[in-house]
T-cell receptor
Framework: AQKITQTQPGMFVQEKEAVTLDCTYDTSDPSYGLFWYKQPSSGEMIFLIYQGSYDQQNATEGRYSLNFQKARKSANLVISASQLGDSAMYFCAMRVYGNNRLAFGKGNQVVVIP | SAVISQKPSRDICQRGTSLTIQCQVDSQVTMMFWYRQQPGQSLTLIAT?????????ESGFVIDKFPISRPNLTFSTLTVSNMSPEDSSIYLCSVGPDRANYGYTFGSGTRLTVV
């Protein structure tokens, strides 16, 4: 079974600084995908970034980058140059290929302070 | 990426009643997913809705409580039946994965409060 672990307590980050959100996962399947989603207080789920298990390079999307360490089974999200609008819950998720369902971690709360 | 219109965005319902949530997608999709997010919690998959067949429910969720319809490739409904305060949650539909970026798109969510 897939398992996603996000254990950090709520985080406060200064505006314009970088923040790293930890995510570890557990699967015995060699083919899988890792996702990060942002959920602001409005409740919508916003897709941020994707990393495939066979991708050679770490994924980047604008200010978001994914630090993928396959041997450690970690997929940490780095948000650079934090903005006030980055205040939200962030969820790590995984999909094992052959199974289209996403499994989500418990989430990390981020509050950006001016 | 697909665009999903989810209705209603929020509702307050009396216990014992039912609420039907609708999701309309702007393109044809094979699978639609329904999630529940209880207050302060993560997302839990309720079921996968396939067109032309019965939905596949996850452990802990049953069709009598959460009946799902999928009449075509762009539309699905989730009904929360015989509601109790424990059903107060955000309910989200989702489609994916996107062929371009592999992401899953979510509806804007239905914030349900049962009183």
């Amino acid at each position: 079974a897939q398992k996603i672990t996000q254990t950090q307590p709520g985080m406060f980050v200064q505006e314009k600084e970088a923040v790293t959100l930890d995510c570890t996962y557990d699967t015995s399947d060699p083919s899988y995908g890792l996702f990060w989603y942002k959920q602001p207080s409005s409740g919508e789920m916003i897709f941020l970034i994707y990393q495939g298990s066979y991708d050679q390079q770490n994924a980047t999307e604008g200010r978001y980058s994914l630090n993928f360490q396959k041997a450690r089974k970690s997929a940490n999200l780095v948000i650079s140059a934090s903005q006030l609008g980055d205040s939200a819950m962030y969820f790590c998720a995984m999909r094992v290929y052959g199974n289209n369902r996403l499994a989500f971690g418990k989430g990390n709360q981020v509050v950006v302070i001016p | 990426s697909a665009v999903i219109s989810q209705k209603p965005s929020r509702d307050i319902c009396q216990r014992g009643t039912s609420l039907t949530i609708q999701c309309q997608v702007d393109s044809q999709v094979t699978m639609m997913f329904w999630y529940r997010q209880q207050p302060g919690q993560s997302l839990t998959l309720i079921a996968t809705a396939n067109q032309g067949s019965e939905a596949t429910y996850e452990s802990g969720f049953v069709i009598d409580k959460f009946p799902i319809s999928r009449p075509n490739l762009t539309f699905s409904t989730l009904t929360v039946s015989n509601m109790s305060p424990e059903d107060s949650s955000i309910y989200l539909c989702s489609v994916g994965p996107d062929r371009a970026n592999y992401g899953y798109t979510f509806g804007s969510g239905t914030r349900l409060t049962v009183v």
